[in-house]
């Protein structure tokens, strides 16, 4: 029988696992690309692109565009971006 534990999750939905650490995971929060104080890429709505490219190493990495040229085509993501607009629809009900 499995022992159950107390666990903590992303507060901004990212879909990161559980982390038995409170602090561990308030650690995360503060950089989370899903949290809107961030400004990153994943929840802004001047998003174009999201498709992969295959690193050097062979890795499939996620690659963002961007409809006000804020971030250069190729780049991985973008943080505290002055072009960033929140996008809604992004974030998980
Ligand atoms: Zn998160």
């Not at 409170?22 to 899903?34: G, I, L, P, S, V």
Request: overall charge positive; glycine content about 6%; aromatic content about 8%.
């Amino acid at each position: 029988m499995p022992k159950e534990v107390k666990a903590f999750a992303c507060s901004f939905g990212c879909g990161r696992k559980v982390l038995t650490s409170r602090k561990a995971m308030e650690a995360h929060e503060q950089t989370c690309a899903m949290n809107p104080e961030r400004r990153a890429c994943k929840l802004c709505k001047n998003r174009t692109i999201e498709h992969l490219k295959l690193d050097t190493l062979g890795c499939y990495q996620t690659v963002y565009g961007c409809s006000k040229g804020a971030v250069p085509y190729g780049a991985t993501m973008h943080f505290n971006c002055a072009h960033w607009a929140c996008s809604a629809e992004a974030i998980p009900a």
